[in-house]
């Protein structure tokens, strides 16, 4: 079984940056990516970005630009970088194991930016 942890997030003012990171343990060997999300009250999960085993990333379009998103294999952590944050970026971010099986998702992390 896959457990995720993710960590980094807090307040910044609109302009600043954060860093979260998933933290993987478990059965990650045959993960094919790993992906971000975030959420809002009332609103649906929205993807935000991933990173496929091989490197590949695909972004959405509202953070394309800002946001980098990184994996560091010998630590089995994913990192998003988040810059230039805004007060719509504010949302409980999530990672997230994208099996075949099903994904994994983990706790959240709160990200808010003040204007």
């Known amino acids: 079984q896959v457990q995720l942890v993710e960590s980094g997030g807090g307040l910044v003012q609109a302009g600043g940056s954060l860093r979260l990171s998933c933290a993987a343990s478990g059965s990650t060997f045959n993960i094919p990516a790993i992906g971000w999300y975030r959420q809002v009250p009332g609103k649906q999960r929205e993807f935000v970005e991933s990173?496929?085993?091989?490197?590949?990333?695909y972004y959405a379009d509202s953070v394309k630009g800002r946001f980098i998103i990184s994996r560091d294999n010998t630590k089995n952590t994913i990192y998003l970088q988040m810059n230039s944050l805004n007060p719509g970026d504010t949302a409980v971010y999530y990672c997230a194991a994208l099996r075949v099986a099903g994904t994994i998702w983990g706790q959240g992390t709160q990200v808010t930016v003040s204007s």
């Open positions: 990173i496929s085993n091989t490197g590949t990333t």
